[in-house]
């Protein structure tokens, strides 16, 4: 499988907290991009880093990559309980017929207590 | 305001009945994707297309599901005869493929399929 993995699976922190989540994938890529899903709702995109982007900043979000670990990190600063959602993150291809397209890890369920 | 819209919402059906779901993509976007998440599998890529050609349908179960754009405003997912282990949420996404340059996906909001 060339899906990526989450690492942790669940999360579980206090508002004003940061939260860490961890990607690791398999195949070259183009991108890697970060998706939040609430319960029952389709997914939303968050940020993409470009594979030769080290590290990016959006609000209260900031991603690192790094190409040689094949590994990302999101990190989400002073949580609130409306961050309560599940994360994905999804590689993306780099290569000729497989260019765009996402591969999805199974997602880290991040609960933040008020 | 561009978005991608799935129909149906939410469908219930009998088993071995035809489902036929559709996406309709954001005007421009060159990438189609179907989805279909599940509890114990997590999102699974069924079909994708670039260019209305389909690329990768590897994961679809091929003796029952089919998957077509017959146009550029139009992706359909069907599965015929459908199984209660069809029972999930399917996903269309759509998104820009260029060169070497990929862009963020769209999803819709989904089809949530119970076969019963």
């Known amino acids: 499988s060339q899906q990526g993995e989450e690492d942790p699976q669940a999360l579980s922190i206090q508002e004003g907290e940061n939260a860490t989540m961890n990607c690791s994938y398999k195949t070259s890529i183009n991108n890697l991009q970060w998706y939040r899903q609430n319960s029952g709702r389709g997914l939303v995109h968050l940020i993409l880093i470009r594979s030769n982007e080290r590290e990016k900043h959006s609000g209260r979000l900031r991603v690192t990559l790094d190409t040689s670990k094949k590994s990302s990190s999101l990190l989400i600063t002073a949580s609130r309980a409306a961050d309560t959602a599940s994360y994905f993150c999804a590689s993306v291809a780099d290569r000729g017929s497989t260019l765009g397209r996402l591969y999805f890890g199974r997602g880290t369920q991040l609960t933040v207590w008020p | 305001d561009a978005r991608v819209t799935q129909t149906p919402r939410d469908k219930v059906t009998e088993m071995g009945q035809e489902v036929t779901m559709r996406c309709q993509p954001i005007l421009g976007h060159n990438t189609v994707f179907w989805y279909r998440q599940t509890m114990m599998q997590g999102l699974e890529l069924l079909a994708y297309?670039?260019?209305?050609?389909?690329?990768?349908d590897s994961g679809m179960p091929k003796d029952r599901f089919s998957a077509e754009m017959p146009d550029a405003t139009l992706a359909t997912l069907k599965i015929q005869p459908s199984e209660p282990r069809d029972s999930a949420v399917y996903f269309c996404?759509?998104?820009?493929?260029?060169?070497?340059?990929?862009?963020?996906?769209?999803f819709g909001q989904g089809t949530r399929l119970t076969v019963v």
């Open positions: 996404a759509s998104g820009l493929s260029l060169d070497r340059r990929a862009t963020e996906a769209f």
């Open positions: 297309f670039r260019n209305r050609a389909p690329l990768d």
